[in-house]
């Protein structure tokens, strides 16, 4: 499948980076005429208006309504967030951003990295850093949930259970090539992949399993079917995401009921504020959504996460938790890479969340900037 923006001309790619840059500092829909002065365009405002009929005929763009100026939509970003270059953060953010690290408490210098971040970004802004919770799986549980979701998966409770006592709890969402035309899971499907899980991981260390979870990923992952697919995502993430202990730091979480709109938007925004507040349930999100680290860190961004899946379960596949929503979210961050001397290596994120028109030309280097600060701290 082509990828949105793939076949734009030159000059259409430069009138869209224009438009979103434009949207960016004045959130609103931008008008051909004053697109070309504030972004000093070459072409005439009849061509820019003929470009910009091109992108809307591509998906890119739209209009409100039919006098107004256009605005990006959720593929328009993406195709500008994917041709940005990505630079230095500017040595100012550097700058404040050390003196927010250079506290010797890694606590301390956590929450004081997550207030520079939030205020630098005008975001919500997330750190974390945990160790895997030791201990070896006992057993695995799954227990169906009662319908399925708007985006066609079904929900099942996962409960894991170690040797030492310690237990865990997990909402997922299944592929829907398991599910029955009600979107229910089958019988068989759901013995099958119960059977998978504890093949996968009873009598292993959760970082054992993790491991070895991984490698079945990436060597079989031309042959895998639906059923087996699943059940080494459902692992991953419940391997990935049990922490013991686990340090997190949310900063200007205010800044986010405001992004919240629609019909019952009141109820959403106490959804979210509950889910910025479940620390366990946000660790698992970040890792559900960023790739695990490589030698440098580089953002990852996802354009319109809806609000929805903060307050529930995200599969571990980033592209499936990409959803469009009217009050939708754009998160932009990094795992982390952190020295470790025992069996159960620390992982981290940071990130920030907010308005999907942030300024994705200062925020990405400098999450990306914060990820490298934070590593070298270890």
Known sequence: MATPGASLTPRQGQILLAL??????DGRPVASGALRTSQALEWSPATIRAELAALERAGLVHKPHAASGRMPTPEGWRVFVDRLPRGPARPEHQRLLDVGLADADPRRSLRSAARVLSELCGCAAIGFVGEARPGVVHAVELVPLAGGSSAGHGRLLVMLKLEDG???????????????????????????????????????SLVEAQDELRELLAAQQERLDHC??????????????????LWMQVAGWGSLVSEV???????????????????????????????????????????????????????????????????????????????????????GAVAVLGSPRMDYEAVIPLIEYAARAMTSRG
């Open 20 to 25: 979103c840059r434009q949207y960016v500092v």
């Open 166 to 204: 310690a237990s865990s709890v997990h909402t997922v969402e299944l592929d829907r090539a398991l599910l029955d035309d009600a979107g229910q899971l089958r019988r068989r499907q759901l013995v099958r992949l119960a059977g998978l899980l504890r093949d996968l991981t009873v009598g292993r």
């Open 261 to 347: 709109e629609g019909a019952g938007a009141g109820a959403r925004a106490g959804e979210l504020l509950a889910a910025l507040e479940d620390y366990q349930r946000l660790a698992e999100i970040l890792c559900q959504l960023l790739p695990e680290p490589g030698d440098r860190p580089r953002a990852a961004v996802h354009l319109d996460v809806g609000i929805e899946r903060f307050a529930g379960a995200l599969p571990f596949d980033a592209d499936e938790a990409v959803v469009r929503s009217a009050s939708g979210l754009t998160l932009v961050g990094c795992r982390l890479r952190l020295p470790h001397g025992s069996q159960s290596p620390p992982t």
């Open 228 to 245: 087996m697919a699943e059940a080494l995502r459902i692992g991953m993430l419940l391997c990935a995401a049990s922490f013991d202990p």
